[in-house]
């Protein structure tokens, strides 16, 4: 008999647990769905046969001695870009990517776009949709920034603490909901005994 207040606040507990578990997951179902979807699709980003994200192709020399000086290489990138890319007018740098090993530097540019440069001759290697910097941008919030323009990125640090503490909670909720009912049919059985 002295075991029965303490089985009722267990299964108080798991009640509260079980409710907190399916407010938080349906409340957020759609954010876990799309963080969900977009991690995997960056997973395979690299074997996704050049639709998410291109490879890197091979420049004539990976002597740094024999590059253009990076301002040439990006005036010849930002050309290729408007060349071959009809809404791009003032296209904007975001990183640059050198590639010695492969003889290539990568101009990212606003707007999901990437352009490859042969590093010693400037010639143009390839020009791409970056598909997975967006869904980078899309699995970490960080796209509703650059579509606000905000500074400082609060969109993405808003939304990557509320997804990490929410992901948090339904780890500590969803392992007491498993473990609570075993733990009282354990001391149910030996209760009986």
């Known amino acids: 008999m002295s075991r029965n207040p303490n089985r009722k606040r267990q299964a108080k507990v798991i009640r509260a647990f079980r409710k907190v578990h399916r407010i938080t997951g349906a409340t957020l179902f759609i954010f876990f769905f799309v963080i969900s979807v977009s991690g995997l699709l960056l997973g395979w980003k690299k074997n996704s046969n050049d639709y998410l994200l291109s490879k890197t192709y091979q420049g004539s020399s990976t002597e740094l001695k024999n590059w253009l000086p990076l301002d040439s290489l990006l005036t010849n990138a930002k ?3 408007q060349e071959n890319i009809a809404d791009v007018s003032q296209p904007k740098v975001e990183r640059i990517d050198v590639r010695k090993e492969q003889g290539t530097v990568k101009f990212v540019f606003q707007k999901y776009y990437g352009v490859q440069v ?43 603490t509320v997804m990490g503490l929410s992901l948090l909670l339904f780890t500590i909720t969803g392992f007491w909901l498993w473990l609570g009912p075993k733990r009282m049919r354990k001391q149910h059985k030996s209760s009986s005994n």
């Open 79 to 81: 050309h290729y870009l």
């Open 118 to 160: 042969d590093g010693a001759t400037g010639k143009l290697l390839h020009v791409e949709r970056r598909r997975s910097d967006f869904i980078e941008g899309l699995h970490d919030g960080s796209f509703l920034d650059t579509y606000f323009n905000t500074s400082g990125n609060p969109i993405k640090l808003m939304y990557t």
